[in-house]
């Protein structure tokens, strides 16, 4: 299972982003829709009205909703998780969601996020993660967290999904917080590739690297009318540099080439 959150954990919406990128590129099925009720506060999470096809207004619900997928060439089935974080009853969302995981067989869990940082955009986004599972740590190059302080939604399901046997993972995109409106398909293209390298199979990119390269683009043209966002974009680039950084380790070269490697086979041609 991949899951993701809109709010808190979903800075320029690159978490939920991603998960919408895979139930496309994959077609998932709805496999199943959770009754927001017991978990939204709707004057936070307002349901939104539309016409229908028929010319019928409809009122839409910010209801959670796991898709199922089967990916191309991929050994196992993926549950796709997308949902806006719940306002109440954390606990027994959680139990509700592993529970259909579980009925599902589902074995691991990856939760997705994305907070603002200190990153300057003209370097790769950086991808954090961490797990308590010894097989995952191996696979993922991942380590315990070490963090104390306030959590979002997805922190609870990690724990909770361990103690029901699930084995769990956390990955988290670093996006420049000078350029927090969303969409970050720049940070939403790190997450695919860091889900990548945790599945052992290629991804579907679709339009993302176009849409990245756009992005990009966009945030040059903003730095070079700029003068003070230009410098301090330098400065965070220099700091960058200077820094012992996973992304320009031999490690993190390896993972990219493996990614290309993956994606050649899995091209017809």
Request: aromatic share 6%.
């Amino acid at each position: 299972m991949v899951a993701a959150f809109e709010g808190w954990n979903d800075a320029a919406d690159a978490a939920s982003g991603t998960v919408d990128h895979l139930i496309e590129e994959w077609d998932a099925e709805l496999l199943i829709e959770l009754d927001p009720e017991d978990y939204y506060d709707f004057q936070v999470h307002r349901p939104q009205v539309h016409n229908g096809d028929d010319g019928d207004r409809l009122i839409t619900w910010p209801a959670p909703m796991i898709y199922h997928a089967r990916p191309k060439r991929g050994e196992r089935d993926v549950l796709l998780l997308r949902a806006p974080e719940p306002n109440f009853r954390w606990k027994a969302f959680c139990s509700t969601v592993l529970g259909v995981a579980k009925l599902a067989g589902v074995t691991e869990l990856i939760t997705l996020g994305a907070l603002l940082a200190d990153s300057p955009h003209t370097r790769p986004v950086p991808v954090s993660g961490s797990t308590t599972d010894p097989v995952l740590m191996e696979r993922m190059s991942l380590l315990p967290s070490t963090y104390s302080g306030p959590v979002g939604i997805t922190s609870v399901l990690n724990e909770m999904a361990s103690q029901e046997g699930i084995a769990s993972a956390s990955l988290w995109a670093a996006v420049p917080h000078y350029l927090a409106e969303p969409p970050c398909p720049k940070a939403t293209l790190a997450l695919l590739g860091a889900i990548e390298d945790a599945m052992g199979l290629p991804l579907p990119q679709g339009v993302l690297v176009e849409m990245t390269d756009a992005w990009q683009r966009g945030a040059e043209d903003l730095t070079s009318r700029d003068e003070e966002i230009a410098e301090y974009v330098e400065a965070l680039e220099n700091e960058r540099d200077t820094s012992d950084l996973p992304e320009a380790s031999g490690d993190a070269i390896a993972r990219e080439f493996e990614r290309y490697l993956r994606r050649r086979s899995d091209d017809p041609e």
